[in-house]
């Protein structure tokens, strides 16, 4: 009886055997690192958003250098015009943009910073300490978002009545130092970007919570409260209702006195935009000062190691 075999198939010497798992050119395999090359309707989709989001700021300025008939003819112009100074200056002195600018400068840092430490102290506390009733107390955090801030105006405008805050801007600031949004923010970012490990390893150090929080909570929390702060102080700047009740003509933020800008029976609306021209200034210059910071901030919090 002959048994028979199967010759083995043997490699050639020097050349490696073929990885069945390793992905085949021209297959879409993407690693870490790497990074998809755009094609033509990337371009044409970010030309679009682009334009679509400096159109209303190029519109805004070429409606400031002309006049107000320019401005509603028929045809408006598209090119800018040679009155912008003149309105820009008209409108700086009819509106009080100098006041309204500094006061809505004070009421922004003010309840940016408060919004940051606090809801930075109460994100720390509902994600990584254990205390009872921390669900409830979160779930009642939450729920104050469902409630219209329209609901608040008679009671709150009353009470800052009372104190003695009317016309103040203490009435703007101190409603708006904790924001529920904020909390719930910070503490979705710290429950995942703070590990209890760096918690455990500063309170065997002998570090007390206020170190805890300076020297741990801080420096891992920061790319959330830049852009935490960041759109809080772009809400407390473009804040309209509560300021407009709560202040009057005199003592002015930047937005009610555009308000009153254009709350006369005809308005110049050449004017109108030049004053929001003006009030559009300042949040450009943060963004172009703080920018690199705040995307940094991002992309740090986006990449773990």
Request: glycine share 8%; proline share 7%; hydrophobic share 50%.
């Amino acid at each position: 009886m002959t048994i028979t075999s199967t010759p083995a198939k043997v490699s050639a010497p020097g050349r490696p055997k073929p990885d069945r798992r390793a992905p085949r050119k021209g297959r879409l395999a993407m690693g870490a690192g790497d990074t998809h090359k755009a094609g033509p309707f990337t371009y044409i989709a970010l030309i679009v958003i682009g334009i679509g989001s400096v159109l209303p700021l190029y519109w805004t300025f070429v409606a400031a250098s002309h006049t107000q008939d320019e401005v509603l003819a028929s045809t408006p112009p598209f090119l800018p015009g040679g009155r912008l100074w003149h309105n820009l200056q008209a409108a700086w002195e009819n509106a009080n943009l100098g006041k309204a600018i500094v006061n809505t400068l004070i009421v922004s840092a003010s309840i940016t910073a408060a919004t940051l430490f606090f809801c930075t102290l109460a994100g720390y506390a509902f994600a990584k300490m254990r205390f009872k009733g921390r669900g409830w107390l979160m779930t009642a955090v939450i729920a104050t978002l469902t409630i219209p801030p329209q609901l608040s105006v008679v009671p709150l405008f009353m009470m800052m009545s009372d104190i003695g805050w009317g016309g103040k801007l203490e009435s703007v600031i101190f409603p708006t130092l904790v924001s529920a949004f904020g909390v719930f923010f910070m503490r979705q970012y710290l429950l995942e970007a703070l590990p209890y490990e760096l918690i455990e390893a500063a309170k065997i150090d002998g570090a007390s919570n206020f170190r805890v929080v300076l020297s741990v909570v801080l420096p891992v929390a920061r790319p959330a409260m830049m852009v935490l702060g960041m759109l809080t102080f772009v809400q407390a700047w473009n804040d309209f209702f509560w300021p407009y009740l709560a202040l009057n003509q005199a003592n002015p933020t930047i937005q009610v006195a555009l308000g009153q800008l254009s709350a006369s029976y005809t308005p110049d609306q050449s004017i109108v935009m030049a004053g929001a021209l003006i009030s559009t200034l300042p949040l450009l210059a943060v963004f172009v000062i703080f920018g690199k910071q705040i995307v940094g901030g991002i992309m740090s919090g986006a990449v773990k190691g």
